[in-house]
Nanobody, 121 residues
Framework: VQLQASGGGLVQSGGSLRLSCTPSGRIFSSHVMAWFRQAPGKEREFVAAIRWGTGRTYYADSVKGRFTTSRDTAPQILYLQMNSLKPDDTTIYYC???????????????WGQGTQVTVSS
């Protein structure tokens, strides 16, 4: 399956953006879809995840209360609503598909190409 991430851009501090991730193949109820981000020279870090079947969500402490991940099931689209954005949120965001919940990027076997989010101060 291929994942197409979109929705990144430039926004002022305190602003909002919504990222989307569209899969080319089917996402099954057993899958977990996640968002990660990676700044230059840093490890790719977990941001949020959602169990496709139940819709249960999980967040990194750094984004809890500001970001919300959700999904549409028909058509299948993954979203990341980002509010109260900070300059520290500036980086490339990736969507990924895994077979189970994990905060470790190595447990995800399909990745989107990434979308740049830039938050100006």
């Amino acid at each position: 399956v291929q994942l197409q991430a979109s929705g990144g851009g430039l926004v002022q501090s305190g602003g909002s953006l919504r990222l989307s991730c569209t899969p080319s193949g089917r996402i099954f109820s057993s899958h977990v879809m996640a968002w990660f981000r990676q700044a230059p020279g840093k490890e790719r870090e977990f941001v949020a995840a959602i169990r496709w079947g139940t819709g249960r969500t999980y967040y990194a402490d750094s984004v809890k209360g500001r970001f919300t991940t959700s999904r549409d099931t028909a058509p299948q689209i993954l979203y990341l609503q980002m509010n109260s954005l900070k300059p520290d949120d500036t980086t490339i965001y990736y969507c990924a598909r895994g077979n189970g919940l994990s905060y470790d990027r190595r447990e995800y076997n399909f990745w989107g190409q990434g979308t740049q989010v830039t938050v100006s101060s």
